[in-house]
Each structure stands twice: as structure tokens, then as C-alpha cells.
């Protein structure tokens, strides 16, 4: 089994660029951004307590 990393080096968030870009309701085109991952898919074991 592996050792469980410390926080400081869990990257959580990662700047991203979209290709095609998301439109926003008054037609923004929206191409950057950041995207975050979800505590589930980091700690498959993980328990929600609510």
C-alpha cells in the first residue's frame, strides 16, 4: 500500500483551456479556466457524513 501523500503536495486544482469554449447565457465565450478534483476521486474509501 502507499503512503498517504501530505496536503502540501496534493494538487487539487489545475488551470485549464478549453477548445471550443463555453458560451454563457449573454454569448461570452468563456476558453479558461480551472478545474478542481472531487475528494471521492482522490479517496475512493471516502465516506460522506451527510
Known amino acids: 500500500m502507499l503512503p498517504a501523500p501530505d496536503e502540501a503536495d496534493l494538487q487539487t486544482e489545475f488551470d485549464v483551456e478549453l477548445p471550443c469554449g463555453h458560451v454563457d447565457a449573454e454569448g461570452?465565450?468563456?476558453?479558461?479556466?480551472r478545474v478542481r478534483l472531487?475528494?471521492?476521486?482522490?479517496?475512493?474509501?471516502?465516506?460522506?457524513?451527510?
Not at 28 to 33: F, I, L, M, P, Q
Not at 39 to 48: E, K, V, Y
Open 28 to 33: 461570452v465565450v468563456h476558453r479558461e479556466g
Open 38 to 50: 472531487r475528494a471521492r476521486a482522490l479517496f475512493p474509501g471516502l465516506r460522506l457524513m451527510f
